[in-house]
């Protein structure tokens, strides 16, 4: 495709600098003035060379690419993953799994997945440049794509659709392991959450539940159900914040939650002002979720 259109771009570069550089003068270089010869080359290269171009690429690009990049037949298909695009964060679950994540992905590495796409909101687009090309997430829709790794390794992938202040903030990441890691990560994130083993722990436990966070989180296992903003069940066991924003530590889950517009403007998490030593024990909380 670039290279191809890299030729016509070239092609047509060339023939406005002679154009340009012969901007005074009557008529075509070589065909001078005849009238019929110049209609002809308008025709030539305004139209027939386009569609036959076109045609090809159109041939090349959805009828042979498209098909090899879809989501693969469901007898060949491992299992189904589902994500969905929320402003400004990716939901993720593991069909037929009581799973649930958000965004990071974990995938077995060689291994088809069926990756089916929807949205709670407005249009995203799911995009993960080394792995496939990019699928749209589309209110009251459900698309799909293969998703696919032939190397272990971390993937970066990007909200691709302009979708609201923070779409340059809806980042995530696809961790492709070794079936027996991923196996073992699933297993985990399938349990509800770790009960609280600190005073403080239990502290920001019962803060959780009480004010505010609640409403709009869900922690299995606890009365924490909110659908709103991400599953926090195993939040511990993520290495960024806000959808690929901030690394996931202590200090920055602190700024985070403490002050949230701060670190992504407009998002839908309000600043609770709950206080540092509320705000503390929180952290204290989420941190033991792994
Ligand atoms: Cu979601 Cu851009």
Not at 25 to 44: D, Q, Y
Not at 236 to 251: C, F, G, K, S, V
């Amino acid at each position: 495709m670039l290279a191809v259109a890299g030729v016509v771009f070239l092609g047509a570069v060339a023939m406005l600098v002679v154009g340009w550089v012969r901007r005074d003068r009557p008529g075509l270089p070589f065909f001078g003035e005849n009238e019929k010869l110049n209609t002809g080359l308008v025709v030539l290269f305004g139209m027939a060379i386009p569609i036959v171009i076109l045609v090809a690429l159109f041939v090349v690009s959805d009828l042979v690419l498209l098909n090899e990049t879809d989501a693969p037949a469901a007898s060949s298909t491992a299992m189904t993953i589902t994500v969905i695009g929320h402003q400004w964060f990716w939901q993720v679950r593991y069909e037929g799994e009581d799973a649930e994540t958000a965004n990071e992905v974990h995938i077995p590495v060689r291994t088809p997945i069926n990756l089916v796409v929807r949205s709670a909101d407005v249009i995203h687009s799911f995009w993960v440049p080394e792995l496939n090309r990019k699928i749209d997430t589309i209110p009251g829709q459900a698309n799909s794509i293969e998703l696919y790794a032939e190397r272990a390794g971390v993937y970066r992938g990007q909200c691709s659709e302009f979708c609201g202040l923070q779409h340059a903030h809806m980042a995530f990441r696809v961790y492709a392991e070794p079936r027996p890691r991923f196996e073992a990560w699933l297993a985990n994130i399938r349990k509800p959450a770790r009960e609280p083993t600190t005073p403080l722990a239990r502290q920001g436990q019962r803060a959780f539940m009480r004010d505010g966070c609640a409403a709009c989180h869900t922690i299995a296992g606890t009365e924490a159900e909110g659908t709103i903003g991400p599953n926090l069940t195993h939040l511990a066991t993520r290495q960024t914040l806000a959808a690929d924003t901030i690394p996931n530590t202590p200090e920055d889950l602190f700024r985070w939650i403490q002050n949230p517009q701060s670190i992504k403007p407009g998002v839908k998490m309000p600043g609770l002002g709950l206080g540092p030593e509320r705000f503390h024990a929180i952290v204290a909380y989420l941190m033991g979720l792994k």
